[in-house]
């Protein structure tokens, strides 16, 4: 049976690049999973804003933002919506990692 269900993420997290912690922000995620035909598939995409840290994310590449709970997404800050805020969307297709 194709099933599509939808979930919304909101907290404050800390974004990563490699080790080194350089932004916190609040997020806004929408989790959408997919199974068609059997096959599993996730998309995420949302926005951050930052309350500390680095401003610029979008220079940055590839990012790890941790999540409340303990999870982690790796994410690409698309869009500078001004202001600190980024669109977000996903760096891989792994879904949102267990800490």
Not at 60 to 80: H, M, Q, Y
């Amino acid at each position: 049976m194709d099933a599509r269900t939808s979930t919304r993420l909101w907290d404050r997290g800390k974004v990563y690049k490699g080790d080194e912690r350089i932004a916190e922000v609040v997020y806004a995620l929408e989790v959408v999973q997919d199974r068609v035909g059997g096959i599993e598939h996730q998309e995420i995409t949302g926005s951050v804003r930052v309350v500390e840290g680095k401003r610029d994310l979008m220079s940055e590449g590839t990012l790890i933002l941790n999540l409340a709970g303990g999870r982690k997404w790796e994410f690409f800050a698309s869009v500078d919506q001004g202001s600190g805020v980024y669109s977000v969307m996903d760096a891989s297709r792994a879904s949102l990692a267990p800490n």
